[in-house]
């Protein structure tokens, strides 16, 4: 059974930046994962992937500030935050699947996706 570990959220100021990171515990095969993020009421949207190949994919939100990566040697996932702003502040989640999801990150809400972590928070005040 797979399992995701996130960490890295925090409470920064408006233009700071984080990383975020999700460990992938189990997973015997190279996984499709991606980062999403929720806020309450509202429905949750992707922010990045990253594909078992390497290709990356971006919501615009976080395009040329955001930077998704996989470590393989640490199995672990990151995602690089850069330029922050109040819009950004929601629970963040990391999330996997063997299968590529086949689907535009900034079309998807993660029904793609199998396998989630327990979700970190990010707080960005101004």
């Known amino acids: 059974e797979v399992q995701l570990v996130e960490s890295g959220g925090g409470s920064v100021q408006a233009g700071d930046s984080l990383r975020l990171s999700c460990i992938a515990f189990?997973?015997?095969?190279?996984?499709?994962m991606a980062w999403f993020r929720q806020t309450p009421g509202k429905q949750r949207e992707g922010v990045a992937a990253i594909d078992s190949n390497g290709g990356t994919d971006y919501a615009e939100s976080a395009k040329g500030r955001f930077t998704i990566s996989f470590d393989h040697a640490k199995n672990t996932l990151f995602l690089r935050m850069n330029s922050l702003t109040p819009e950004d502040t929601a629970m963040y989640y990391c999330?996997?699947?063997?299968?590529?999801?086949?689907?535009?990150?900034?079309?998807?809400?993660?029904?793609?996706?199998?396998?989630w972590g327990q979700g970190t928070q990010v707080t960005v005040s101004s």
């Open positions: 189990g997973s015997p095969y190279t996984l499709n």
């Open positions: 999330a996997a699947d063997p299968s590529n999801p086949n689907v535009w990150i900034r079309f998807s809400h993660g029904a793609e996706y199998h396998y």
